[in-house]
């Protein structure tokens, strides 16, 4: 039986504490830390995205402010809004719901924000900062996962930890923060061969491949600790993982849930970014 890693309940617990600190940065500044999330067009899926990164805000105290803008803007009009969201005092945390709409120059967009505003941390900048493992910012679902291992205690110093998945936003900077914290680490892909035969060396497997139940209970040692960063939508409605948890979990000493587990920790580490840009800029 594996130990089931409780993502809301460490959440809840380091929103309380971001909460904490947040009151006192506005008692003793006089105004609060500020996010600003602008989504274009209208996909369902962001729009829920956004709407929970806004409520998280303000149940920590944070100025939020989201800008809709329509399927249509041109990248003109972004990198404008962007550029008066830059100048605003109130704002240190500037996020641009991905995916945009096919025409606008993704890469384009996230140059466009200052890095000491990049609470995705997107920015080259920040990404070249992650490699070297000096950073302010940390892509935010990777750092969830390294504040679950540490809440729980596991450590990854010496362990064999092998990473399912290559994404920028994902796989790459979570191999880098494995690897900073002394982890052996495999990155595996879809050209992999024998993926079976390298997921199952993994003391620590973080799978973030984004295909339903693909990581199954002869793919695992026994024993591993196992982190699902898939979330992936049913025909039913309803959300699973990366990993099939009914055949995993019997051999996994630790494993985190979906829903219920990654997730919940991206939007908190979301929050502690913005704080930390907020810390920042007033010391400058
Ligand atoms: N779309 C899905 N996940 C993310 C994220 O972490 N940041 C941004 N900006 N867009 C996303």
New binding site residues.
């Given amino acids: 039986m594996a130990k089931i890693i409780d993502g809301k309940k460490i959440a809840a617990e380091t929103r309380a504490d971001i909460a904490e600190r947040a009151k006192g940065f506005t008692e003793s500044h006089g105004y609060a830390p500020g996010l600003a999330v602008i989504i274009v067009g209208e996909d369902p899926a962001?729009q829920v995205?956004v709407r929970n990164k806004k409520k998280a805000c303000e149940d920590v105290g944070f100025y939020s402010q989201v800008y809709e803008m329509a399927a249509e803007t041109t990248m003109e009009q972004l990198l404008a809004r962007i550029e008066e969201l830059k100048n605003d005092p109130k704002i240190h945390g500037i996020?641009?719901?991905?995916?945009l709409p096919k025409h606008l120059d993704e890469k384009a967009v996230i140059a466009a924000i200052p890095p000491e505003k990049d609470v995705?941390a997107?920015h080259l900048l920040n990404t070249g900062k992650i490699m070297l493992g000096e950073y302010s910012f940390l892509p935010?679902?990777p750092a969830g996962v390294m504040k679950m291992l540490e809440h729980e205690q596991i450590s990854v110093s010496g362990k064999e930890c092998v990473v399912v998945g290559r994404s920028n936003?994902v796989g790459k900077p979570m191999a880098m923060l494995l690897l900073h914290t002394n982890g052996t680490v495999t990155i595996c892909h879809s050209r992999t061969k024998d993926l079976a035969e390298v997921t199952r060396r993994a003391d620590i497997l973080v799978v973030a491949i984004g295909k339903a139940d693909f990581i199954t209970g002869d793919m695992v040692k026994d024993g591993a600790v196992v982190i699902d960063v898939g979330m992936n939508r049913r025909a039913d409605g309803k959300l699973t993982g990366d990993v099939d948890f009914a055949s995993v979990e019997p051999k996994a000493s630790a494993i985190t849930p979906v829903p219920g587990g990654v997730g919940p920790m991206?939007i908190t580490m979301l929050l502690e970014n913005t704080l930390t840009a907020a810390v920042e800029a007033a010391q400058k």
């Fill in positions: 962001s995205y996020l641009v719901q991905l995916p995705d997107f935010c679902t936003i991206t």
